[in-house]
């Protein structure tokens, strides 16, 4: 069928579009919508930024108008092109002190210039594509970094907070501090512990009332507090003074000599990517089980829009501007969906610097330095030093942090990379090679990466085992390259010629095979596959006592044929019991000793079925003590005083609740679940059998999911399979209600010293989901890397 065209007047000039007749119709013109999630998303975390902005402007020594231009710029600029949607950009309390320094050096004009240019150089970087380049940074550098900007931050803040001026370095602020004491000003004092103890106290309000009131960020109560209390006092201290915005400063051109421009431009443009890029990773990790559908953030394209933000930033008189953890934490824990709520936060920014400037006037400085010492303070986390202690990069991080606080950011990144280096080269060189005989068995202990370098003391230690002899090899190490392998290969195959005996053992001793002769690298120690003859699951198995053979599929109840009481089925619990001794105990049994010492002290209460496939430590990666687990058939909480109630469950819950004090109790179902499949085919009868008296527990949350008046439950982005399904997730909602019916939960709940959650395991999937009833409708969702918990349920 031809198409029809319609005519055109002869002297028409204007293309008209012709429609074919099977095209899609053409798609109307986009309209901006702004998600209820992201309009409260955006006033939270503008209300997080406000006073930060101001603080870190102050801070630095720059225009207190600056910090509100790089706060409106980076949620507006950085917000629309950035890589990472739902990261919030602004000025950062880790730029500071590189700030600081560049407007000491060479005035505010070309501090303006220095963030326009580090802008064109992080523009050419996410153009080449470096962004994960970047990435290699050792973590103990990043960390070491951002503790010697926090250490100088501080000790600068305090002479603020203590009523008078910093100096411009760390050394002199130390040196002046005594001075400082001796010349108290109680005024400037009594309003900035009011700013520190509101900053404390308000995020750790218990109960209801401090869950409601933890949504106003601690950082505005604590400004909005002091505030208050300076103007009801009548206290005289310096507050902030926002000239007006028609002598705002811009950039002017860079005047200096031309290193030092281009060394600040490169320590400038070096802070700023990698806390943009670290915070986007951060970012990806926080909303990965709250927004799965938003997928990782794309590196490059975070670097490009941060370069442009700094560009437009430094060109209009702001501060330059990273992503800021506490913006972008806040910002995905209140809700937002998308990148717009970055982008309102900007636009609230703009609003406020030109309509609020006469109440932020009224913020005494005493106040924001002390918001800005406690950040600073933050910035050395005792978390980051236990994690670098525990890889035994300590010395990084102390070296870095040191020459950051009295040699610059420069300087001290540079000291930290040299740091590094040198520890991954001793720790590569290092190896230690040892040989003892104990009652005839000769054994090589060998500490350290096996390298070319340690070839030739391997060789001379492997050659003092005589010929014939039992010799045993103990590998405690995680690489082993080419040349190691074969002169480790080579006398091995020698020994065993000549009648000898060789086994190569990790350091728990147990048997490791060596790796194929193809691989030019590999790994060695304990990470070597286990050495196992008969077993065809190669080279890594799920777990230590994991046995090839399993009978065959079947019905459930099913049974293999033949006799259950053969050697290999009774010798199995003995060979697990074995492996346990002589593998796991070692490694816990100080851990348990310290157990047994103090008694168990879990903080949560796990209530799941019995099924055999549901291995709670496994899916919630919890170890001895973590966990009170009670376990039975289809995860069922019978009602207090029902008929042919179970009071050993009762107990546990009691037990817990009262004595053990738990701070959380989860109810958790699976996929596949054979009580729910039961229960779907009960009838009406009487029940007969301790199954069926049981199972009637688990009427409840059928006739929950018979009434069509009640929302069902379901998991997010998906309608449960089967009705299997829909039951399983159903009584995991019913069972929380039953656990309020009992009198110790209930009081617990009241006081806010509890919280209840659901959780549905599906085993064909090894994915876990958690119930989320925050917008009404129980939804299950899934679980990502972060292990954010939803709201209570």
Known sequence: MPACVPTRAADSTRPERVHQPHSPPPAPPRRFRVAGADLSASIAVFLIALPLSLAIALATGAPLQSGLVAAAVGGIVAGRFGGSPLQVSGPAAGLTVVTADLIHRYGWRTTCAITVLAGLAQLGLGCLRVARSALAVSPAIVHGMLAGIGVTIAVAQLHIVLGGTPQSEVLDNLRALPAQLAHLRPAAVSVSMLTLCLLLVWPRIPGRLGHAMRRVPAALVAVAGATGSAALAGLSLPKVNLPSWRGHALAGLPQGPALGIAAAVLTTTLVCSVQSLLGAIAVDKLAAGRHPHLGRSDLDRELLGQGAANIVSGALGGLPLAGVAVRSSANVQSGAVSRNSTM??????????????????????ASLAALVMAVGIQMVSLHHIRTVTRHREVAVYAVTTLGVVFLGVLHGVALGVAAAVAVAMHRLART??????????????????????????????????????EAVVELDGSFMDHAAYEALQDWQRTHLARSGSVALTGRSGTRITMPSPESAATLVGDDMPTEAPLCRCRPWTPWRNHQCERPPAGPPGAHPEGPTDRPEHRGRLARGISAFQRNTAPLVRGELARLAREGQRPSQLFLTCADSRLVTSMITSSGPGDLFVVRNVGNLVPLPGAESGDDSVAAAIQYAVDVLKVRSITVCGHSGCGAMQALLGSGTGPARTPLERWLRHGMPGLERMADDGRARPRIAMREPADAVEQLCLTNVVQQLEHLRAHESVARALAEGALELHGMYFHVGEAQAYLLDTSEGDPVFGQVGVTGDLPSPA
Request: glycine content about 6%; aromatic content about 4%.
């Open 344 to 365: 309102l936060h900007g636009v609230w920014v703009v609003v406020a610097a030109l309509l609020m400037v006469p109440v932020l006037d009224l913020i005494p400085l």
């Open 432 to 469: 230690r090679i040892t040989h003892e005989e104990n009652k005839g068995v000769h054994h090589v202990r060998v500490r350290g990466q096996l390298t070319f370098l340690a070839v030739p003391r391997l060789s001379r230690t492997l050659h003092l085992v005589p010929s014939g002899a």
